[in-house]
């Protein structure tokens, strides 16, 4: 099944440092989304790109998309500890009518103080 | 006020068992869904649910159903519980399907012994 994989599967950096971690689906998408999980808890949505859309920005977030290579990248500049966390890319795939966030195995960024 | 709740947040039970895991969402959403992450952080799709359709992912054992008593409900039930469903489970609403923003539960790490 359709699933965004994430590339590296971890990350470690120092505080300051940017840290970029990619998402590489198979077919193609409506929207692709990032999520973040914190360690025991749900994941939290950070943003989400449509697929007419090729660069996004969000705080300290930059997510581009690029569909004819079927991969986004989400970069977080200028990193804190307190982003140390887990990073999953979801695409929607679309079964019976419905689209489903389907996700990948997450990169884990460790952000060293 | 938590969006999506889920309890419990923990459950150790016995192999052969039957458990259920609550979930709740007070955010107005049309869609709920169940995810199981494994120890190594992949996030699978179980359901997808709105009032009109069920999702089932065809890879989860008919152990498992989903039971949505109304639209802010999606209760997860799991028979004769086996050793491999150990997990944490998670429970996710949105708006219109994977085309928006997922928010989800703190999850339930479920633990078979």
């Known amino acids: 099944s359709q699933q965004g994989e994430e590339d590296p599967q971890a990350l470690s950096i120092q505080e300051g440092e940017n840290a970029t971690m990619n998402c590489s689906y198979k077919?193609?998408?409506?929207?692709l989304q990032w999520y973040r999980q914190n360690s025991g808890r749900g994941l939290v949505h950070l943003i989400l790109?449509?697929?007419?859309?090729r660069e996004k920005h969000s705080g300290r977030l930059r997510v581009t998309l690029d569909t004819s290579k079927k991969s986004s990248s989400l970069l977080i500049t200028a990193s804190r500890a307190a982003d140390t966390a887990s990073y999953f890319c979801?695409?929607?795939?679309?079964?019976?009518?419905?689209?489903?966030?389907?996700f990948g195995r997450g990169t884990s960024l460790i952000v060293h103080p | 006020d938590t969006a999506v709740s889920q309890t419990p947040k923990y459950l150790v039970t016995q192999m052969g068992n039957d458990k259920s895991i609550k979930c709740e969402q007070n955010?107005?959403?049309?869609?709920m869904y169940w995810y199981k992450q494994d120890s190594k952080k992949f996030l699978k799709i179980m359901f997808s649910?709105?009032?009109?359709?069920?999702?089932i992912n065809e890879t989860v054992p008919n152990r498992f159903s989903p039971k949505s008593p109304d639209k802010a409900h999606l209760n997860l039930h799991i028979n004769s519980l086996e050793l491999g469903d150990s997990a944490v489970y998670f429970c996710?609403?949105?708006?219109?399907?994977?085309?928006?923003?997922?928010?989800f539960g703190q999850g339930t790490r479920l633990t078979v012994v």
């Open positions: 996710a609403s949105s708006y219109g399907g994977g085309v928006t923003e997922a928010f």
């Open positions: 077919t193609s998408i409506n929207n």
């Open positions: 790109i449509r697929s007419n859309e």
């Open positions: 979801a695409t929607d795939q679309s079964s019976g009518g419905s689209y489903i966030p389907t």
């Open positions: 955010l107005g959403h049309d869609t």
């Open positions: 649910y709105n009032n009109k359709e069920l999702i």
